[in-house]
T-cell receptor
Framework: DSGVTQTPKHLITATGQRVTLRCSPR?????VYWYQQSLDQGLQFLIQ???????AKGNILERFSAQQFPDLHSELNLSSLELGDSALYFC?????????????FGPGTRLTVL | DQQVKQNSPSLSVQEGRISILNCDYT??????FLWYKKYPAEGPTFLIS?????DKNEDGRFTVFLNKSAKHLSLHIVPSQPGDSAVYFC?????????FGTGTRLTIIP
């Protein structure tokens, strides 16, 4: 158990809908990262927050947004969903802001868009 | 543009033998490299890392080798055990973020 929790575990929705994925980092960690893993793909970095502020941005679509709240939990919002958004979404946390810090991953949320 | 490549999607190795997983990268700005291991229905877990100033790092049965001129790194597992069966991702960092490869599924045959 990494100490990172993600809810829900599974999500099935329809095209055009909007969903919110939630992540609680390990106790004491200030950084939260979001990754997308599509079928047969590596983990694609989406976005990082550190202590409530956006720190780094990767290949995140404009339809996607994220935020980190004062209690350090984070939410990833996916809107106008398309079939291609079906993927595993991982959240990771680390103490510091640098990618050199070890990242601890949650179990992921599997999103299926029908 | 896949900057980190794991060209072998799968690898099978006899228990007790050496497992060698390979990873190639294209971005010469990468200065820190990591291997993560992933079991089904779990998130990846950190295994071992290496800085670009080194060419080898060991941690128990796991050794990572870095060849900067060839832009290649490898993970050696000796001896391989059944619990090592998992998907292994290599990742590289250039200050801002981690870039992951597509993974290699390692199966250890008893």
């Amino acid at each position: 158990d990494s100490g990172v929790t993600q809810t829900p575990k599974h999500l099935i929705t329809a095209t055009g809908q909007r969903v919110t994925l939630r992540c609680s980092p390990r106790s004491g960690d200030l950084s939260v990262y979001w990754y997308q893993q599509s079928l047969d793909q590596g983990l694609q970095f989406l976005i990082q927050y550190y202590n409530g502020e956006e720190r780094a941005k990767g290949n995140i679509l404009e339809r996607f947004s994220a935020q980190q709240f004062p209690d350090l939990h984070s939410e990833l919002n996916l809107s106008s969903l398309e079939l291609g958004d079906s993927a595993l979404y991982f959240c990771a946390s680390s103490f510091g802001p640098s990618p050199y810090n070890e990242q601890f991953f949650g179990p992921g949320t599997r999103l299926t868009v029908l | 543009d896949q900057q980190v490549k794991q060209n072998s999607p799968s690898l099978s190795v006899q228990e007790g033998r050496i497992s060698i997983l390979n990873c190639d990268y294209t971005n010469s700005m990468f200065d820190y490299f990591l291997w993560y291991k992933k079991y089904p229905a779990e998130g990846p877990t950190f295994l071992i890392s290496i800085s670009s100033i080194k060419d080898k790092n060991e941690d128990g049965r796991f050794t990572v080798f870095l060849n900067k001129s060839a832009k290649h790194l490898s993970l050696h597992i000796v001896p391989s055990q059944p619990g090592d069966s998992a998907v292994y991702f290599c990742a590289a960092s250039a200050r801002e973020k981690l870039t992951f490869g597509t993974g290699t599924r390692l199966t250890i045959i008893p």
